[in-house]
């Protein structure tokens, strides 16, 4: 029983993904509690900071297999496949990164030195604005398929695209300002905290660069 | 004619059934994309279904039943014995019922115009022989299945490609839509009245001239657009739903389009599929009337209108709870995708029936939806399904002749 004509309509992959994306910022937004505690010297919170990033990256790894099962091969669609895919795998870098740089500052018991407390939260906390100005865009999906990705809505969307560039370039500054300044100071700091707190800033900024190329694939997606 | 009252029973029995089949399965598939859009609920779908599949079945369903009905076979062939024919049709009904049957059961795609069509070709070639099939107009059936649904995916992507250009791509999407919605329901009331008015409506004691047709169609429509106008227009913008989704009020605007178009698919719908339940009746009862093969004997409106009855019942009594698994469905498609798919889909169907095709709905349909998709529309088309539908004729057509031979030589076994 039933009308077969319903089932030639695939489910849509949009709402999934821009879910996958809500999941994956919340991971990037924990990382400024989780340095806020980190430079207050609270591991207890840290830890459970932590816990919370583990469990939305694990979220948006179940999310990206779900949407990675529902598109299917046979579908018809008004994007490439493979550029949907694409961008599920980059946004899903993001959560990857919070995992990894909380590991590694959790696993070392990674103090921050106290000259670039400031700057360091500050950079931080502009590479989420980047995983937030992704989001933003993002949120624009269901809109670009309902205009068929033409017209005012592809303005707007360009336009939160350069916006998010703007973003990025700033950390990209804040971050060669951390590494001069971590340069000037590690003479006096263990070597191999230096070490991996150049790993730690370098993993930070790749958040804000994933968003950016977040912003690339939607480019993409739009100039089918 | 000897047995005349009993193969009137049997026609009228059987031709119900099929009507009842009809309503009960297909009709489901044609209200598919208005409850899919969230643009009608079940009980409005039904309301409205069950009113213009029958006003479809009475005004516009003359030309395709005297297709089904005289088209495919010649009548030479009964030249002597009369009989043939009506143990041919019963043959036809049964068959394309009973596959139905099965195949809805088994939850296959089936059309039912191709199991009909199939069960006369059928019969007739194997029954009466080859020469008694009119290959040519049987030609013409097939291509129609080709070109229909081709031609309504083409209508499709230009009228959504239309509302992309005039609505969707603008910075006023909502103002734009409430200015042009009246004039899209102006276009799909006059042409669904236009191809139907021009055909005549003699059979219901209406005969209208060319400039009447046009001018008749161009005041309902007018009418209709005024009506809808008046919904568009007291839609307000809701802020929340805004908010999540810029264009959700636009879509209401449409939402309101698709009453008219789900008006229209279920016209179409009735206009074209009720001569697969009725063209047969309306051969045997004709030749149990007469006690010969007439080709030029008129179809009398009470058979238009007990195929009509049946639909009906078909739809009231299990074509609900069909309709509302449709519903249950959650599918990537908007009203303003809902729109474009129906009225192409409509249109193409209604000329159609104009011009005696029998066509398949379903088939029409998902045509018309791909062209929607080619238009960058829909967000998910499964592709795999659009495939078994389509090749779901190759089958049905031979398990259609295949059943109505066999039902053939035993009817003609039992009943001379």
């Not at chain 1, 624009?140 to 973003?167: A, H, K, M, P």
């Not at chain 2, 029995?13 to 643009?39: H, R």
Request: with cysteine; net charge neutral; aromatic share 8%.
């Amino acid at each position: 029983m039933g009308s077969y004509i319903t089932k030639i309509f695939g489910a849509s992959p949009v709402a999934p993904i821009q879910e996958h994306m809500e999941i994956c910022y919340k991971a990037a937004k924990e990382l400024v509690t989780f340095f806020e505690y980190v430079n207050g010297d609270n591991w207890e919170k840290v830890r459970e900071s932590r816990e919370k990033i583990v469990r939305l990256e694990n979220e948006a790894d179940e999310a990206k297999k779900q949407i990675r099962m529902q598109l299917s091969q046979a579908l018809f669609m008004p994007v490439a496949r493979a550029d949907l895919l694409d961008l599920v795998l980059v946004q899903d870098k993001i959560p990857n990164l919070a995992r990894d740089v909380s590991g590694l500052v959790i696993g070392r018991q990674l103090a921050i030195p106290d000259v670039l407390q400031e700057r360091f939260l500050t950079f931080v906390s502009r590479n989420v604005d980047a995983a937030k100005g992704a989001r933003k865009t993002i949120r624009e999906l269901d809109e670009l398929y309902e205009t068929g990705f033409r017209g005012t809505e592809v303005d707007l969307v360009r336009r939160l695209i350069s916006e998010l560039d703007q973003i990025e370039n700033e950390t990209d500054a804040l971050q060669a300002e951390l590494r001069r300044i971590l340069f000037s100071i590690e003479k006096d700091l263990s070597p191999i905290d230096v070490m991996f707190l150049y790993k730690v800033i370098e993993s930070i900024g790749d958040i804000g660069d994933m968003a950016e190329r977040i912003g690339r694939r939607l480019e993409l997606l739009m100039n089918h | 004619m000897e047995h005349a009252t009993i193969y009137l029973i049997l026609a009228g029995v059987f031709g119900l059934f099929m009507a009842w089949g009809i309503g009960a399965n297909d009709v489901a598939n044609a209200m598919a994309t208005s409850i899919g859009a969230k643009a009608l609920t079940i009980k409005q779908a039904i309301v409205i279904a069950a009113i213009f599949e029958f006003a479809g079945a009475v005004l516009a369903g003359g030309e395709v039943t005297s297709t089904i009905r005289k088209g495919m076979v010649d009548s030479s062939a009964f030249i002597g014995e009369p009989e043939l024919l009506v143990y041919g049709m019963l043959a036809a009904l049964l068959a394309a019922g009973t596959w139905l049957f099965i195949a809805s059961r088994k939850g296959w795609p089936v059309s039912t115009t191709h199991s009909i069509v199939g069960a006369i070709v059928g019969f007739a070639a194997v029954g009466l022989g080859v020469d008694a099939v009119k290959w040519d107009k049987v030609g013409a059936i097939v291509a129609s299945w080709v070109i229909s649904p081709l031609s309504a995916g083409i209508f499709a992507f230009l009228i959504f490609t239309s509302i992309q250009k005039l609505i969707l791509e603008q910075k006023d999407p909502f103002a734009r839509a409430q200015k042009y919605a009246p004039i899209y329901i102006f276009l799909t009331v006059f042409l669904i009245c236009l191809v139907t008015l021009f055909k005549g409506l003699k059979h219901v004691g209406f005969e209208l001239t060319t400039f009447q047709a046009y001018l008749g169609s161009a005041v309902l429509a007018v009418i209709i657009a005024g009506i809808g106008r008046f919904f568009v227009q007291r839609i307000t913008v809701d802020e929340k739903a805004e908010k999540k989704f810029h264009y959700a009020t636009v879509e209401k605007v449409f939402a309101v389009l698709m009453v008219i178009t789900a008006s229209a698919m279920a016209f179409a719908h009735g206009s074209n599929d009720v001569a697969n339940a009725i063209g047969p009746v309306a051969a045997i009862v004709s030749v149990a009337q007469s006690g010969q093969v007439l080709q030029s004997a008129p179809l009398p409106i009470w058979i238009l209108m007990l195929g009509g009855v049946g639909i009906v019942i078909g739809l009231a009594t299990y074509g609900r709870r069909v309709i509302a698994t449709v519903g249950s469905h959650i599918t990537a498609l908007t009203p303003s995708r809902g729109f474009s798919a129906e009225l192409a889909a409509a249109f193409t169907i209604v000329v159609a029936s104009g011009t005696g095709m029998p066509v398949s709905t379903t088939h029409v349909l998902v045509g018309a939806v791909l062209g929607v998709g080619m238009a960058r529309g829909i967000s998910a088309i499964n592709l795999g399904v659009v495939g078994r539908i389509f090749l779901s004729w190759v089958i049905t057509v031979p398990a259609g002749a295949c059943l109505s031979i066999v039902f053939f030589f035993i009817l003609k076994a039992v009943l001379s």
